[in-house]
């Protein structure tokens, strides 16, 4: 009998998950997609990997090799001036002419220039030289982006396996007591950073509470219920005692806590990343109004 058929080869792998977040014309003079400064950083901060298409070609591949600084603005870099602040071919990310490239980590470009306003990526940067002309600018600024006859747009990456391991920076900020309330425990009714509240997974009660009112967790410091309230007793409350750890992503200028009455406020230090940031040497006193009471923390 004949031998059987060969097995089918296997199915092409798919294509990469990008999709369109900004896209010019055929010749660059208009506008035809844009998600947004917001949702261009949010979509980079989650993944940052950056397609570049021009006239109809993937041209180049950016993948971010360092952590993300929390006032990095893509957008701004990508689409109106490459800059080189936190952002250096080499040190902070890696250019590559094709995904297959990019993955495998093969053929980077080595040549980077930078800072020229309103000449988006890539500016001048090539696989082996300078290559003139390529970069993206929006229509009505200074420049027109030159050569364009199919368009061009970057596109972010929209999987779930991104290619990229760099992630965002995650500031963490301890909140622990210098100073103990001035009557027997304190309660603490809402926190917010810089006028929001934290998300919920963002922060650890690291001292088991005495007591929880109206809730059954953290949450009910992380609304607008002021009747809701977590409590801890002042034994537990030494000088030293960690208390709370709130992350972040980018560095906070406020925090702003209510306590139940004023004389359940203890004197907090506050440390970033394990250094202190403020201090206080005194609690908030003993009195009883106003109910609830905020105070706010500013952070240098």
Known sequence: PPPPPPPPPPPPPPPPSFSTAVALN????????????ASFNEKFAACPVVKYVRNGVDYAFYTRTSDIPSDFNAYSIFTYTW???????????????????????????????YNDPDVGFPRDCGPNGAIGNTWFSFP??????????????????????????????????????????????????????????????SVTVLLQQNAIRDGSDK??????????????????????????????????????????????APGWRILLDGQEVLKETENRGSDVWPSPATFTYDIP
């Open 219 to 264: 949450t009910v410091m992380l609304d607008n219920i002021a009747t809701s309230y977590m409590q801890w007793k002042n034994y537990q409350l030494e000088t030293g005692t960690q208390v709370l750890k709130i992350k972040t992503l980018k560095l906070i200028k406020e925090f702003e806590i209510s306590y139940w009455r004023p004389r359940y």
């Open 83 to 113: 800059a080189n602040s936190d952002n250096v071919l080499g040190t902070d990310f890696e250019i590559y002419s094709s995904f297959d490239d990019l993955k495998s980590g093969s053929n980077k470009w080595s040549f980077c220039n």
């Open 26 to 37: 055929d010749n660059g003079s208009a506008t035809t997609a844009d998600i947004g400064e």
């Open 140 to 201: 009505g600024g200074t420049y027109t982006a030159r050569g364009l006859t199919s368009g061009s747009s970057f596109e972010l990456w929209d999987g779930s396996d991104c290619p990229s391991t760099a992630k965002p920076i995650i500031y963490t900020y301890t909140f622990e007591i210098n100073k103990n309330v001035a009557v027997d425990h304190m309660e603490i009714t809402k926190i917010l950073i810089d006028g929001e509240f934290p998300e919920a997974d």
